[in-house]
């Protein structure tokens, strides 16, 4: 609802409700984002798609892995051609 070509009026369909509802839901269960422990260790988790790269910041408390920060971005016209293991690498940077 909020791209560049869409109009800068949100138009609210019944669909899109349903959609917010059920985002708010999940964002608002366990895990939910919680504050750094520096005390503690990091888990990093990164992913890659053909245009994309991903990476989650995680700490283990009590057994759940909860989000400290997300992080993700597409791909510049010359990394669309690395490897997956370069892409995955790409992430981790």
């Known amino acids: 609802m909020t791209k560049k070509d869409e109009p800068n009026e949100l138009v609210w369909t019944e669909a899109k409700i349903r959609a917010f509802i059920i985002l708010k839901r999940h964002i608002s269960k366990p895990p939910i984002w919680k504050s750094p422990n520096f005390e503690q260790d990091f888990v990093l988790q990164t992913d890659a798609s053909?245009?994309?790269?991903?990476?989650?910041?995680?700490?283990?408390?009590l057994e759940i892995k909860h989000p400290i920060a997300f992080a993700s971005r597409k791909?510049?016209?010359?990394?669309?051609?690395?490897?997956?293991?370069?892409?995955e690498c790409l992430a981790i940077v």
């Not at 053909?50 to 408390?61: P, T, V």
């Open 50 to 61: 053909s245009d994309g790269i991903g990476a989650i910041l995680l700490q283990e408390e």
């Open 75 to 87: 791909l510049l016209p010359r990394e669309v051609h690395y490897s997956t293991i370069e892409k």
